[in-house]
């Protein structure tokens, strides 16, 4: 096993997240919709899991499905250790890929690079199941009226590839992907946004309440995007 990165100084902090964690409630979130795509999946579906970090998707449906998964930063016995700007694997290896939460970790240059790899790999007719924060959610778009600059997802250093998630799909659509659905994780209502990032786990309720009745893809902080290759 190698963790280099975020993986070598916090570990394997995805396969037991901390429910104080400020993205706890968005990460439980986004896993269920992830979940529910990979099971209605047939059991020889060839799935691959581009940046899986840890591998735990990848675990947990190595008995399912034909999944594996591929990270720059972690390798073990079910994630090889490889680049998403040259997937080391032949074109139309798979039916069905994941991406989640990867893109933003790119520099700009390398994200047309990866969703062409991702469509390489991919057999025609095959799905693309992608998450991306959106440097545009509503909180994003009020500090933006007020202060004239967008709140990052993240740190340059942590997210260099930070975009609105318009631009996602138009790289995506270059790329030779089809939007098929798109849903959205958490509407970021001022005042509510800052509470619940101070009790993750206690207001749960409210930000599953908040997606439920505002979900709208523009003014969430996560999207979900799934597209098709011809």
């Not at 790119?106 to 440097?135: C, D, I, M, Y």
């Not at 270059?174 to 800052?194: K, Y």
């Not at 930000?207 to 011809?230: D, E, K, M, Q, Y």
Request: glycine fraction near 6%.
């Amino acid at each position: 096993m190698v963790r280099r990165g975020e993986y070598a100084a916090r570990g394997d902090y995805h396969r037991s997240p901390d429910p104080d964690w400020e993205f706890y409630p968005t990460y439980v979130a986004k896993l269920e919709i992830v979940r529910r795509w990979l099971e209605a999946l047939p059991g020889a579906a060839r799935v691959l899991d581009a940046g899986c970090g840890e591998g735990v998707l990848v675990e947990e449906y190595a008995d399912r499905l034909r999944i594996e998964g591929i990270d720059a930063n972690y390798s073990s016995e079910r994630v090889k250790a490889g680049s998403l700007t040259a997937l080391p694997y032949p074109d139309a290896t798979f039916d069905r890929a994941l991406c989640l939460d990867v893109l933003e970790h790119l520099t700009f240059e390398e994200q047309p690079r990866a969703l062409a790899e991702l469509r390489r790999v991919l057999r025609p007719g095959g799905e693309l199941l992608v998450s991306v924060p959106n440097l545009a959610h509503l909180q994003s778009r009020v500090h933006f009226l007020l202060r004239g600059r967008l709140i990052r997802t993240a740190s340059e250093l942590k997210h260099p590839g930070d975009r609105p998630v318009a631009d996602y799909i138009d790289l995506a659509r270059r790329a030779g992907l089809t939007l098929v659905a798109r849903q959205g994780i958490f509407p970021t209502i001022p005042v509510l946004t800052h509470l619940i990032r101070k009790s993750p786990a206690r207001l749960r309720p409210l930000h599953r309440a908040l997606t439920r009745l505002l979900p709208v893809p523009g003014w969430c902080f996560l999207n979900i995007l799934r597209f098709a290759r011809s």
